[in-house]
């Protein structure tokens, strides 16, 4: 697909760009901007898996939350925009940073991904859910009728999901969420909720020193 | 790229006619014959289809956004009692025009102290959220530019952008008017998100889709009928998102001069300008589809024209509240969304939640018993919000009314009698 | 009950968008078709059928109606009015005037026999640019030869435009406003109406004739 | 739980919408709310004083229109009694009567902008400001009627007013009179009982009657906090003593207070003009033997009024000269100012503009 390798590309080239600016650039609040830009790329990436759904919750939350989360923490602490003061970290950075690097490139080329695609046929679900396929057995196409193009609905198959690339993965991942992976699910909102209130714990002033 | 875009009638003729496409809708090819380009090169059609589908659409919207203003103008006028813009043009309808001329001629100031690319960018972020969500609101049967399954989600997604462009504008300003604007606009948006999105949950569950065509399609009653609490809760945040009267605190005129765009000028300004018109109209539209059944009505009148006519009564309450109202203030606003609008989002989805457990395949009759219930549910549960939120709002010390408000007393008489 | 206040609010707008503008359009105002035909008098249906062009262009909303602000007839406006006849050049104006923005320079005047009663006015400057339309000069003027004017609309490009020369006010068509003179206001003259008035017509008192004049300066002293 | 940022110092004013005129605020706020404020006046200082010092005494009534420039009539009004008290110069009847309608027609023009352009400071978008502005603009044409200006009068003149009120006036008078309660009653419709206005405006820049006194704030912000202190009751000058009229007083001392004590005092004021009608005598409106250039004795004369904003008051000293040897003034809108401050601290900021609204301020009588 000439098209989807077209913007397969572009994503890359801007996600790998706009991460290097994020690391390089010295005014923070740029960084942070061209953080939210690495995130859209990602999104991107995720609609050409087409798991559009992931796409979505991608900008929902990374972008709109925690990009704005970090800018608010940059806009709210002065004496930032200038760019941190230059340290002496910086060639034990490179060095650290290089060497992840290499153990990314070293994993990614000496995976057995046969074993990712056993896995993947071993949780079908999962993958399903992801490219909205899931609880679907009909793939005939529909009938030749133009009239039927009319009707707003996405064409549907016997068994009321939808067919066809971008399909419907959200109630499949809901489904997923509530029956077969409940537990963690709600352990994570209660480490959350852990968390935030630890957050206000910290944050909060002794009443002594107002 | 998704078969989906083919039930667009308008898009499937333009492609057919560019591409030899296998899919089964383009069948007998365009009316051109074949198709124009070589096989393989799908890509482009679809490319060159959804770019002109795009310029017109935008296009339309764009001169919808003229047209807004102009009536906007005329209709604070007469609630004002004065005439409005009558000048330019038959019953001033040219004023717009001459507006956006002036506009685009007015110099161009950046600030010395600006951070010139956030500063410059901001406006071009700005409009990015107005023009996409442009995609997916069905106009009409058959008039979408992208039916995405997740269309619902996408509107609240791609809307949170424009917080960017807000910090952006504000922090590249360098100016603390711009800051304190930006700053506002930040934390109404990200909080007024929430009782949006979950004042959807019950359309959603409803519908049983997050596409808006589905949602559409699902509206034998009207949403604002059967979902009432979730209509207000998601009208009042959408106007916050759009910081249109009485939530425009971020560019309140009388405390911050113009907020988070008091630095732009020219046509950067103009594009603030345009992206807040162009919300207007879009969360208008949004509205329509959501909660007004979209396109749908009798058939005499095409479905688009039933669109822009149920817009038409949203976006004139929206003129008319930022004619009747006053401002709130920021902190009030937040307090408003947190612990009023977010309480009754949930009032709403709980008993959606039941009426659609009890009721999973509502009949006709089911239906307007559903909105019965929810009538009962808006009026007891605003009501009990109201009385709570009143007393306890967090500086706004008492919102009551009748016998308890205040009366000046004549000079004569002892102070602390019956006042 | 909440809201209550908010809907007040509602149907005060309402109210008013109804009972429409009460604004003056100036200079001009524009008109409907309705407006159009109520103003030349006919019904609707008449002004379509007798001046088809004309109701189309009403209807357009190009059609204009010259409409001007009712103004008192006391109206302090910019263009003074200066009755030479009336002026003995004794400067009264320009002494009491609070800005001193009044230039008079007199010679003798050989023309009248009792000399030094009446001068020629060489300069009479009135610098309206710093005026603040007091009105003092036309108060504190024994003859009745000064008056306030009636205008608002002398915009100009330069400052220098906004003196008014002897000249000017020589050539003027003078409608004078009634401000401070109360024998115009009993004749119920407006100076809207753009009647101009004679010298011998806005004094408080008769113009003295030769021997009243001879008398009063030359037999007394 | 309080968390605290850095203060941020932020000019509010000289050049900003809602300082009515130039004036400025530095204040230091800690996010939205004022930790500190601090008022810097004098950009509209044009001497008036001084200048009175080398005008004659009936020039100087030009000047004192340019003071408090919504309200001209009362500044006129405070300004001859001065000079009337200092000269000895007794006025005609129907001339103080004019004056005392002119002036509670000026009163109620000064309430109509100071509530119009409170609701602006609200964001009501205009709208109210639009109605009051109609209605004001029915005063500006009677005043247009009686002296040919509609801003910048210089109506009154030692012993009366310099002409009498014209016929046409009578009949548009009675019709405002007949048409203004119904339209103050819709301005309450309008605002008085809109849950944002209560909720933004009530509880908030409370100020003690006790500081009030001791600040010697006057008018309808110490009415609004429960001090009984009108002085067209407890002093009263020109024919006040022959009128009926209530002064509306309220304990709350918030801005609501201060707002709605306003309005009624404009019912009150249609009332007082209702009698002033009634009891009108004819005859001249001004003495004509009192001469245009006045030497008043040696000697010095203090007039307070009850102007729109409070105690107005003339300090004129005279050397037997034809103009005034030292000419002081006593604005109620820089005395009322004095306790700013202290009302803003702690508020946000949209509170602070609504507070600084509510003080109902004139530019140029502060800076004068």
Known sequence: MLFQDIVFWVLSVLAIGASLGVVLVKDLFRAALLLVVVFIAVAGFFVLLSAEFLAVVQVLVYVGAISILIVFAIVLVRDIPGGGKDNHLKVVAATVAALLGALAIFVAFNSDFTDLDALEASNADVAAALTGTYNLDATEAVGDEFEDQYAVAPPEGEDGTQIGIFSNSTGAIGGLFIRDFVLPFEAVSVLLLAAMIGALALLRQREEDS | MGTNFLDNSFFRNIYCNLSKSDDIRCSGGGWLGDGILPAGFEWLAFLITAVVMAMVLINLVLGSVLIFIWAERRLLGRFQSRSGPNRWGPYGTLTPVADAIKTMFKEDIVPTAADRWVFNAAPIVMMVPATMVLAVIPWGTGTFLADLNIGILFIIAITSLSTFAIVMAGWGSQNRYAMFGAMRAVAMLISYEIPMALSLLGVLMLAGSLSLVSVVNAQDVPFILVQPLGFLVFFIASIAEINRAPFDVAEAESELGAGYHSDYSGMKFGLFLNAEFMATILSAAVIVAVFLSGGRGWSFIPSQGWFIIKMIPVLFFIVWTRAAWPRMRIDQILTFAWKGLIILAFINVAVSAILSFVWPDPTMRELWFMVAINFGVLIVSVMAVGAWFGPQGASAPNMSHGDALPRPRPAGQPSGGDS | MIGLGLLNGLIVTMKAAIRGPVTVQYPDRRVGLLGAARELGMSPFQFLVKRPKDAVKAAAGFATVEDKIAQGPRFRGQDFNWYEDRCTGCASCAKFCPLGIIEIVTSPSDTLKSQGEVYNIDVFDIDIGRCMFCGICVEVCPYDALHMGSGFELGTYERKDLVISVDALRTKKNTPSTWFRPQLEETAYNPHSGESRPWTEVGRHEQPTDEELNERWVDER | ?368
């Open chain 4, 1 to 368: 739980m309080t968390l605290k940022s850095e203060p941020v110092i932020v000019n509010v004013g000289p050049q900003h919408p809602s300082t009515h005129g130039v004036m400025r605020l530095r204040v230091a706020f800690d996010g939205e709310l004022v930790t500190d404020a601090e008022m810097i006046i004098g950009y509209l200082h044009r001497g008036s004083e001084k200048l009175a010092e080398e005008r004659t005494f009936t020039q100087v009534v030009t000047l004192t229109d340019r003071m408090d420039y919504v309200a001209a009539m009362t500044n006129n009004q405070a300004y001859i009694l001065a000079v009337e008290k200092l000269a000895g110069i007794e006025p005609t009847p129907r001339g103080v009567w004019l004056r005392m309608i002119s002036a509670e027609l000026q009163r109620i023009a000064s309430h109509l902008i100071a509530i119009g352009f409170l609701m602006q400071d609200l964001g009501a978008m205009g709208t109210p400001l639009m109605y009051t502005m109609r209605e004001r603009e029915d005063i500006m044409d009677m005043f247009e009627l009686m002296c040919g200006a509609r801003i910048t009068n210089s109506y009154h003149r030692p012993s009366g007013v310099f002409q009498d009120a014209p016929p046409e006036l009578w009949p548009r008078l009675e019709a405002f009179l007949v048409e203004m309660p119904g339209r103050i009653d819709e301005y309450e419709q309008l605002i008085s009982g809109n849950e944002i206005i209560l909720s933004r405006m009530r509880g908030i820049g409370i100020i003690s009657p006790e500081d009030m006194i001791n600040a010697s704030i006057t008018g309808p912000m110490l009415r609004a906090g429960g001090v009984d202190w009108d002085i067209r009751h407890q002093q009263p000058y020109e024919y006040y003593d022959r009128v009926e009229f209530d002064r509306p007083i309220m304990d709350e001392s918030d801005n609501y207070a201060r707002y709605l004590v306003r309005v009624y005092e404009m019912r009150e004021s249609l009332k007082i003009l209702r009698q002033c009608i009634d009891q009108i005598e004819p005859g001249p409106a001004r003495d004509p033997e009192v001469p245009f250039v006045i030497r008043p004795p040696k000697g010095d004369a203090y007039v307070p009024i009850e102007g729109p904003k409070g105690e107005l008051g003339f300090y004129l000293v005279s050397d037997g000269g034809i103009s005034p040897y030292r000419c002081k003034v006593r604005p109620p809108s820089l005395l009322n100012l004095t306790l700013l401050r202290e009302m803003v601290i702690g508020l946000p900021m949209a509170a602070m503009i609504v507070t600084f609204g509510t003080v109902d301020i004139n530019m140029g009588e502060v800076d004068r």
